[in-house]
């Protein structure tokens, strides 16, 4: 009965602590450790004693229970009272005390590990086995002195009621440990139900099969509605109007007949008007009332319903006439319409997922793109035309609308972008354009645009000191053409004529049409100086007549149909536009009267300058027929006064204005593309010399350098014609010294190198004229194959007092000396600069000291007065 009465206040007290604290703490533990502990001490209060200081009581039974349903901790606590308890009691026995504790707590964690580890089940034989054999060890642990007796007296109780009590307090505790996880499990799902029903945005209704509303759980946003929870013991048709309370009531019927969960969609009023409600029902499997009941998650999907609507409605808009493309964050296309397709070719399968560069005409640059983000960061919107390419590569234009959509976190999340083909539009405008601007017949600019091109170069002369020319051509004999023709043949000129202008001037020129036959030429970008403006006026005028003179092959036909031209030069704002036509146009109407296909400036100054050049042009062409430039020759000595050769100089022997140096025609001539015909003929004449002069001993070792243009050398076919001249002529090649210029090197200096090594193969000789006053680079004297350096008169002039020129000169010797090439000085008059160059090195000259240019035959008096002087100066034998 004692037993019996502590193992029921043990099971109590251990059911009241575990039922109300977590019994894994740590001070619950504790607590259960004293407690099993003090049920150890009551035992031992009255315990069963056969013999002094031997006591049987049941803490085995409660310190193994201790230890296999609450762990180590509990039972050591538990333990450690009993042990301490034991001690205090003292006796024979305490040992064998001490060791019934520790073997009670040790077979119960035994136990303990077997069970949670799925390897021994917690059931009445396997606790009865425990007991018995806990009771056999005790034994067994007995001081052999009172075995026998202690045996004798208690085995059989022993044996028979402590497995018995084992088995109880074990049962007893299992069903209490299983009793509170069934609880807690049971809290656990409660907790869990209503999280989840307070956590869905709907309300719960319970509706048994008549309607009447059983329980009305409002949802969290409806949480404080007085009206649903007020619905408790109501009809549906006392809530819903007719006509939705019978769909209601079939709502639940076929709720009721199915196993699957149903769906229906409603409307009900309410203080903010009226609702939409959507119906998820699923049948109870159990009766309420005796009856049966659905459970219903009401929602109200109003907002939803609403939102599809608007999106059909945006749905719609979205298949506008214009693309729309909506894109993500990183600018993937997400999605677009049909109009899109229509637009850049692009199906959606095709355009969906990539990236909107699959439209890039890359006609824009970065910083364009860099100015459209920005714009757009800063006010989620852009718009602006933008070129964009079709599937088919076509460029197209077209008006770009784009917005930012950001979400509730401010963050871009898509775009949306409209496009807007604005081919035709721009086609059209590109034809009023035209219409405005151009004349129809030859496409070239009509007079609106002309006065606002003139307006535009009038302005550019004032502020960059340029000249610009206005031009009025008129074709002669035009209307002729169209009385002879008719008019379409007469259009046909005109268009032909339009194009033949339009390619003899440069791209920033203008060619406009002001009516019938009448056309005219801006001219911008000119020299700065009016007398070189005019020069080059001059030579695109004479360009345009030879090219509107050459006849038109029209349907058969060959006409010819000539051009007068009038001119205007201007280089500042002192005349207005209208002043600037009308002198052109007189300009144009004085060449008419003086015999058409011709050029008249409005300038007379200009006029007479310009008339004067094409005559001097006119007679140096007559003059290369004739021959009339003759050689000159300038005497070229050695530091012992030797006569070594000469440079060939051309003279005009004019007619009329008697003999005329370079200055007078090498400008013209170089501009009217005459210079090489005059250069070939001074080769001829130097070639044909030398060939006279090889036949006599006193004249063989003399040599003529001649001075050539850079037209010429850069011709195909030099090499072969300056080989051609010298075969015909006889002469010896290594008499012949070829002279340029610096600045003619600089043009084409591969192709310079290869006609130079080509004639220097033949025995030609090279040398570099005006050395020092170009661009002197060493880089082009290591490549050519150079013989001389001729210093120019520049440097020579101002030998031997300034300091600059000597150091120069000097330098130039020191230069030539490492390249092992001639140096020749030209220009030397006094005989100071003789002296000077002498004491640098100089071993050739040329220059007024020695002799003047001179005719032929006065240049071979002078040779023979230096080989008199010379057959003097040598010694009797």
């Not at 004693?49 to 039972?75: K, Q």
Request: proline fraction near 3%; aromatic fraction near 6%.
């Amino acid at each position: 009965m004692n037993g019996a009465a502590l193992l029921l206040a043990l099971c109590w007290l251990h059911a009241f602590i575990t039922r109300r604290w977590d019994k894994h703490s740590t001070a619950i533990q504790l607590v259960l450790g004293m407690l099993f502990g003090a049920i150890c001490v009551i035992g031992m209060l009255n315990p069963i004693s056969p013999e002094p200081g031997i006591f049987f009581d049941g803490r085995s039974v409660v310190l193994s229970m201790a230890a296999l349903f609450n762990g180590p901790l509990v039972a050591g606590v538990a333990g450690l009272i009993a042990g301490i308890y034991r001690i205090w009691m003292g006796g024979s026995g305490m040992a064998f005390g001490l060791a019934e504790i520790c073997l009670s707590i040790l077979f119960g964690l035994l136990y303990r590990h077997c069970s949670l580890s799925g390897k021994l089940a917690i059931g009445a034989w396997q606790l009865w086995f425990l007991g018995l054999l806990m009771q056999v060890l005790d034994m067994l642990l007995l001081p052999a002195a009172q075995a026998a007796s202690s045996l004798e007296q208690t085995a059989v109780p022993l044996l028979l009621v402590m497995p018995v009590a084992t088995v109880v307090l074990g049962l007893m505790l299992k069903e209490i440990e299983q009793r509170q996880r069934t609880e807690l499990a049971l809290q656990l799902r409660e907790s869990r139900l209503r999280a989840i029903t307070e956590a869905i945005p709907d309300t719960l209704l319970v509706l048994d099969e008549d309607g009447l509303y059983l329980e009305v759980t409002p949802s969290k946003k409806e949480a404080h509605n007085d009206v649903l929870t007020a619905r408790i013991g109501q009809s549906v048709h006392d809530v819903l109007p007719q006509s939705e309370a019978e769909r209601f009531m079939d709502f639940i019927r076929q709720t009721l007949a199915s196993d699957s969960p149903q769906l229906i969609e409603y409307t009900r009023q309410s203080a903010d008007g009226v609702k939409i409600l959507e119906g998820h029902a699923q049948r109870l499997d159990i009766q309420l009332n005796g009856k049966q009941a659905v459970v219903v998650l009401a929602r109200d999907v109003t907002q939803r319903v609403d939102d599809e609507h608007e999106l059909r409605i945006a749905a719609a808009a979205f298949e506008t006439q214009q693309g729309m493309i909506i894109t993500d964050e990183f600018n993937r296309i997400l999605r677009v319409n049909q109009a899109f397709s229509t637009i850049t070719g692009y199906s959606r399968e095709e355009a969906v997922g990539q990236r909107t560069s699959l439209l890039s005409s890359g006609r824009q640059s970065l910083a364009f793109y860099q100015s459209m983000w920005q714009q757009l960061k800063a006010v989620d919107r852009w718009q602006g035309e933008i070129w964009n390419r079709r599937k088919n590569g076509e460029i197209f234009p077209e008006w770009l609308s784009i917005s930012a959509v950001r979400n509730t976190q401010g963050q871009v999340i898509n775009y949306v972008a409209s496009i807007d083909d604005t081919s035709e539009r721009k086609a059209a405008e590109e034809r009023i354009q035209r219409l405005a601007f151009f004349d129809g017949l030859t496409d070239l600019p009509n007079r609106s645009l002309l006065l606002d091109r003139l307006q535009h170069a009038r302005d550019g002369c004032v502020r960059n000191g340029e000249c610009a020319a206005l031009m009025f051509l008129d074709l002669d004999g035009f209307k002729n053409i169209n009385d002879m023709h008719g008019h379409h043949i007469g259009d046909k000129v005109l268009c032909l004529a339009a194009a033949r202008l339009n390619g003899a001037v440069r791209v920033s020129d203008t060619v406009a049409r002001l009516g019938g036959d009448e056309f005219v030429v801006l001219l911008e970008h000119l020299n700065k100086q009016p007398q070189q403006a005019a020069m080059q006026v001059e030579q695109i005028t004479t360009s345009l007549l030879a090219t509107l003179a050459a006849p038109y092959q029209i349907d058969g036909l060959e006409l010819r149909s000539s051009a007068s031209i009038g001119v205007t030069l201007f280089n500042d704002g002192s005349y207005s536009i209208d002043e600037l036509m009308q002198r052109a146009d007189l300009s144009m109407y004085e060449a008419k009267a003086a015999g058409k296909h011709t050029v008249r400036f409005f300038d007379p100054r200009m006029q007479e300058a310009v008339s004067k050049r094409l005559n001097l042009e006119q007679e140096i062409r007559r003059g290369l027929l004739s021959e009339e430039f003759i050689p000159y020759l300038q005497p070229q000595l050695d530091d012992t006064g030797c006569l070594v050769g000469a440079e060939v100089l051309a003279r005009w022997q004019h007619p009329q204005r008697g003999l005329l140096s370079p200055a007078a025609f090498v400008e013209v001539a170089e501009h009217a593309g005459l210079i090489e015909t005059l250069d070939l003929q001074m080769l001829q004449n130097a070639c044909h010399q030398l060939a006279l002069w090889q036949q006599q001993s006193a004249t063989a070792s003399l040599s003529l350098s001649v001075n050539l243009s850079a037209r010429l050398l850069y011709q195909t076919n030099f090499v072969e014609r300056v080989l051609q001249i010298l075969k015909q002529s006889g002469a010896d090649p290594h008499r012949l010294k070829l002279e340029l210029t610096e600045t003619l090197l600089l043009d084409d200096l591969p192709g310079a190198i290869a006609r130079i090594c080509e004639l220097k193969a033949h025995g030609i000789r090279f040398s570099i004229d005006d050395f020092g006053t170009g661009y002197s680079s060493l880089a082009y004297l290591q490549q050519l194959s150079l013989d001389q350096l001729k210093i120019d008169q520049s440097f020579v002039r101002e030998l031997p007092g300034d300091s600059n020129s000597l150091a120069i000169v000097r330098a130039i010797f020191a230069l030539a000396n490492s390249l092992q090439l001639e140096i020749i000085a030209e220009g030397v008059e006094s005989q100071e600069q003789h002296i000077a160059l002498l004491e640098l090195g100089c071993r050739s000259f040329q220059g007024y000291l020695f002799g003047r240019p001179m005719p032929l035959i006065e240049f071979e008096r002078l040779m023979l007065t230096h080989s008199m002087k010379v057959e003097s100066e040598v010694p009797m034998l």
